[in-house]
């Protein structure tokens, strides 16, 4: 057996997704020395939350990198519109947001976070380490002290004043802590899929509604990535219908792209996402803090989970940058954490448990015409209206700002 290495570190962080890269580069950028593990080899996964919005664009203003991560490929989408029985509605522009930019970026998400790990490596006290799946926490008189990992060199014992849950809906962390969850419930579960994109396809419909079927088409360059909604735990269902019939459901919603039908060669070119919407009761005891899907696992509703995370990092760094640099932490300031995110977590998927009950789940249930909801109505025919759900989904509820300064 391997012997198991052992590390001194600040803040350790279990997870490098979104939350995960940017609280570690944000703390190492102010002086603190930081842990970054990831369970996988590499960022490339497919069909993530690929969608960085303006609140996360403005982060990177503030941090001075906005240039250099929009020199990266990506598309960008300033108004958003969605088609329901035909019919053409505009119903978002975030164009006229009071931020640097009106618009949001579709942006592959291993790109993102490859580059918040090269921001990283410009300080000296950060580290991240591939490979590596967190597997336990340290504990000692009733405090959180360190995580255990295995990795491809053995396993590893990691010692730190703070430890981070910032590794997804399904925490390790967070379920080793044993922290009570409330669970809100999800009515939908969502397919993934690839689709060829041709120069004259229609580009600024985001959502496709047809009786029984919602899909909406992200706009990668050569292709679309598609997701097609399903009621919760239909997916062995929908298998069972055969794959002729579910690309005939897609080319429904879809008909542009029916002749592209035969590149969903077999089921293992769909990959199901189970929907989960939950939220700890507390987000900290001491030694432990969860962000992110960590602390709050996110509808795909409005596409915000990525940002959600950037936010909790982002609040994370300015309310504990200088104690744990200072080494006087104490759980008052992990629980500021929360009481700072805490409103904003209640306010959106309050607003995505509401969506997915009055109007995805009737929509998916519809056995005849779909009309469009009143207030999409409206937006089409009042542009001035579009800017709120602009607001809403750009920015969101309660924005942070970087505060944590370079040490």
């Known amino acids: 057996?391997?012997?198991?290495?052992?590390?001194?570190?600040?803040?350790?962080?279990?997870?490098?997704?979104?939350?995960g890269m940017m609280l570690g580069f944000l703390l190492a950028r102010a002086g603190v020395e930081v842990t970054v593990l990831e369970k996988h080899g590499d960022f490339l996964r497919d069909f993530r939350g690929d969608t960085i919005h303006p609140s996360t664009l403005e982060v990177m203003h503030e941090l001075g990198l906005l240039e250099a991560l929009l020199s990266r490929p990506h598309q960008k989408m300033k108004e958003a519109g969605i088609e329901i029985a035909g019919r053409f509605l505009k119903v978002v522009d975030f164009s006229h947001l009071p931020v640097q930019c009106g618009f949001i970026a579709f942006m592959p998400q291993w790109h993102f976070l490859d580059f918040l790990a090269e921001a990283g490596h410009r300080y000296p006290g950060f580290r991240l380490y591939m490979n590596a799946e967190v597997t336990d926490l340290i504990e000692e008189g009733g405090r959180v002290t360190g995580l255990r990992a295995k990795t491809a060199d053995g396993p590893m014992d990691i010692t730190a004043d703070l430890v981070v849950g910032a590794d997804g809906r399904g925490s390790a962390a967070r379920d080793r802590a044993g922290f009570a969850i409330r669970e809100y419930g999800a009515p939908m579960d969502v397919l993934w899929m690839r689709l060829s994109r041709r120069l004259d396809d229609p580009s600024e419909t985001l959502f496709r509604v047809a009786p029984g079927h919602l899909l909406i088409t992200i706009d990668r360059g050569d292709y679309w990535q598609c997701a097609f909604v399903i009621e919760k735990g239909a997916f062995e269902e929908t298998k069972a219908r055969g794959l002729d019939a579910f690309r005939a459901d897609v080319a429904h919603v879809l008909p542009f792209a029916a002749?592209?039908?035969?590149?969903?060669?077999?089921?293992?070119?769909?990959?199901?996402?189970?929907?989960?919407?939950?939220?700890?009761?507390?987000?900290?005891?001491?030694?432990?803090?969860?962000?992110?899907?960590?602390?709050?696992?996110?509808?795909?509703?409005?596409?915000?989970?990525?940002?959600?995370?950037?936010?909790?990092?982002?609040?994370?760094?300015?309310?504990?940058?200088?104690?744990?640099?200072?080494?006087?932490?104490?759980?008052?300031?992990?629980?500021?954490?929360?009481?700072?995110?805490?409103?904003?977590?209640?306010?959106?998927?309050?607003?995505?448990?509401?969506?997915?009950?009055?109007?995805?789940?009737?929509?998916?249930?519809?056995?005849?015409?779909?009309?469009?909801?009143?207030?999409?109505?409206?937006?089409?025919?009042?542009?001035?209206?579009?800017r709120i759900p602009g607001h809403a989904v750009g920015i969101g509820v309660r924005p942070e700002h970087v505060r944590s300064g370079k040490a």
């Open 1 to 19: 057996m391997a012997e198991t290495r052992e590390i001194r570190t600040t803040c350790a962080i279990a997870g490098g997704g979104p939350a």
């Open 259 to 386: 002749g592209r039908m035969h590149e969903i060669a077999s089921w293992d070119d769909v990959k199901l996402l189970t929907v989960k919407v939950d939220r700890l009761r507390e987000w900290a005891r001491p030694g432990l803090l969860c962000i992110g899907d960590a602390a709050h696992a996110m509808s795909p509703v409005g596409g915000v989970g990525i940002n959600l995370a950037i936010q909790d990092a982002v609040a994370a760094a300015n309310i504990l940058a200088a104690p744990l640099r200072e080494q006087r932490l104490t759980l008052d300031d992990l629980r500021a954490v929360q009481r700072r995110r805490a409103f904003p977590t209640w306010a959106t998927q309050t607003f995505q448990v509401i969506a997915q009950r009055r109007v995805i789940l009737p929509t998916l249930r519809a056995k005849g015409p779909v009309s469009a909801p009143l207030a999409m109505r409206l937006a089409n025919a009042f542009p001035l209206l579009r």
